[in-house]
Every structure is written in structure tokens, then in C-alpha cells.
T-cell receptor
Framework: DAGVIQSPRHEVTEMGQEVTLRCKPI?????LFWYRQTMMRGLELLIYFNNNVPIDDSGMPEDRFSAKMPNASFSTLKIQPSEPRDSAVYFC???????????????FGNGTRLTVT | KNEVEQSPQNLTAQEGEFITINCSYSVGISALHWLQQHPGGGIVSLFMLSSGKKKHGRLIATINIQEKHSSLHITASHPRDSAVYICAASEYGNKLVFGAGTILRVKS
């Protein structure tokens, strides 16, 4: 089991550029979550998917942020245009709810550290 | 007021000491998660519980639903336990509300 795989590990970009973060969840997991971690606000849920369908995107800060999950093994989080205040560590996590939304342990990726200059 | 509050914010202990980290929440929950984040940044799920007590090695997690309170205990602490410990409440399904974290440093 390779775990949740995120790429890239680090991303440095200039303000105004488009940034795409990628995530491969654990095979068989039907929930996928995108979180953002900053010193000021800690961990925050941005959006989560169940069976590739976005369920709750109320944490997405602005229209500049978008997330997709075209299939069960891949998701992207895109920021366009990026701003310095988007600098943070972005985590992807997956879990299995067996289709019922029941609680189950989360498995986190190693995160992508984004710096926008 | 945050929906999930942890205490203490920082904790320094000597190797071998018994450690307790507390978590109080104000939301109705279906489960309470304890996470560990090491200096390298990776996050690991330690426990998920909705009642009673769970134990894994030297780690013990308890929850009191009526008092809306959970504790994480570490017995015989070791420097490798140094990390940030995060409590998170699941209001429904796996939508988590996170505490600010407790920074633990265990000195040898």
C-alpha cells in the first residue's frame, strides 16, 4: 500500500501564476479530502469528495480555487491566479466510508508546500 | 470561541513522564480524531473514537461524550514522541473541525 501520494512536494511560483496540486488516494477509498494548513489558521477543510462527486466545498476560500476528481484514483486542486496569501501546506487525505459516510480513520499524504512570491 | 479547543498549547516533558493532552469541543460529534504531525510535516491518524477508551502501545485516548471532552495520554514518554498532536471533531461523516494542536517536546 503506497499510501496517499501528493505531488509536487514543494512548489514555488510567482503571484498571478496558475498552480495545480495533485493527489492519488489509496485504492478503494471512496472519500477524498483537501486541507490547507497555515500557522495562523491551522488545518482547514477546503473540499471533500465521495465517489468522485464534490460533497462540500464550503471551505474553498474563493473562486480562484477549484478542485476536480475525474476518477477514483486522481484529484487536482487548482489555484488561478495564485496570490501570496495562498502560501500554505496543502494536504490531501482519503478514507473509506463504505459508501455510508460513516466515520473512518483518515490517511494523509505528505502535503505540498506552496510558496507564492 | 473555537469549536475545538486543546490544552496545553505547548508541553515540555522529561523522558519517561506520563503526558496528558486535553481536547474540549462544543459541537455535536459522531467521532473524535487524534492526529500526530511530526517535524517533517506528515500527519498520521492515531485514534478515532466515539465512546470509551482506546489503547495503542503507549498511547491511550479517552472520550466523555456527556462532558464533550477527550484526552490523549502517553505513558513512558520518549523523545521520538515529540510532535504536534491535533484533536479533530467529526460533526458528521468525515468532515473534521480541528483544534489548534499541542506542541509536545520530550527531552532525554
Amino acid at each position: 500500500d503506497a499510501g496517499v501520494i501528493q505531488s509536487p512536494r514543494h512548489e514555488v511560483t510567482e503571484m498571478g501564476q496558475e498552480v495545480t496540486l495533485r493527489c492519488k488516494p489509496i485504492s478503494g477509498h471512496d472519500y477524498l479530502f483537501w486541507y490547507r494548513q497555515t500557522m495562523m489558521r491551522g488545518l482547514e477543510l477546503l473540499i471533500y469528495f465521495n465517489n468522485n462527486v464534490p460533497i462540500d466545498d464550503s471551505g474553498m476560500p474563493e473562486d480562484r480555487f477549484s478542485a476536480k476528481m475525474p476518477n477514483a484514483s486522481f484529484s487536482t486542486l487548482k489555484i488561478q491566479p495564485s496570490e501570496p496569501r495562498d502560501s500554505a501546506v496543502y494536504f490531501c487525505a482519503s478514507s473509506t466510508g463504505k459508501g455510508s459516510g460513516r466515520n473512518s480513520p483518515l490517511h494523509f499524504g505528505n502535503g505540498t508546500r506552496l510558496t507564492v512570491t | 470561541k473555537n469549536e475545538v479547543e486543546q490544552s496545553p498549547q505547548n508541553l515540555t516533558a522529561q523522558e519517561g513522564e506520563f503526558i496528558t493532552i486535553n481536547c474540549s469541543y462544543s459541537v455535536g460529534i459522531s467521532a473524535l480524531h487524534w492526529l500526530q504531525q511530526h517535524p517533517g510535516g506528515g500527519i498520521v491518524s492515531l485514534f478515532m473514537l466515539s465512546s470509551g477508551k482506546k489503547k495503542h502501545g503507549r498511547l491511550i485516548a479517552t472520550i466523555n461524550i456527556q462532558e464533550k471532552h477527550s484526552s490523549l495520554h502517553i505513558t513512558a514518554s520518549h523523545p521520538r514522541d515529540s510532535a504536534v498532536y491535533i484533536c479533530a471533531a467529526s460533526e458528521y461523516g468525515n468532515k473534521l473541525v480541528f483544534g489548534a494542536g499541542t506542541i509536545l517536546r520530550v527531552k532525554s
